[in-house]
Nanobody, 116 residues
Framework: VQLQASGGGLVQAEGSLRLACEVS????????YAWYHQAPGKQRLLVAG???????HYAGSAKGRFIISRDTAKNTVFLQMNRLQPEDTGVYFC???????????WGQGTLVTVSS
């Protein structure tokens, strides 16, 4: 499974960005897609996840501001980020996980910088 993240960039506070993650390869056993945020000098933390069923989950800081979605026809997972704040700055990674084998695949990350 390969993942290619894109859509990062520089944005002012209160602005918006839409990240995209193109997924390819053998995704038959993948049942969860997610976005993670790694702030400078910090550990990588879950932002939002979406199951094949469409069920979504958000971390506290993302609730009400971010929306995760998936285009199954294009094998692409999106993260719409609204009302961005400087603390949202960092690298955003997309992931694809297989619950049965406990395997997680990672993309290369895309950098988001929010200026105040």
């Amino acid at each position: 499974v390969q993942l290619q993240a894109s859509g990062g960039g520089l944005v002012q506070a209160e602005g918006s960005l839409r990240l995209a993650c193109e997924v390819s390869g053998n995704i038959q056993s993948v049942d969860i897609y997610a976005w993670y945020h790694q702030a400078p000098g910090k550990q990588r933390l879950l932002v939002a996840g979406i199951r094949n069923s469409g069920t979504t989950h958000y971390a506290g800081s993302a609730k009400g501001r971010f929306i995760i979605s998936r285009d199954t026809a294009k094998n692409t997972v999106f993260l719409q980020m609204n009302r961005l704040q400087p603390e949202d700055t960092g690298v955003y990674f997309c992931s694809a996980s297989e619950s049965r084998s406990l395997t997680t695949f990672w993309g290369q990350g895309t950098l988001v910088t929010v200026s105040s």
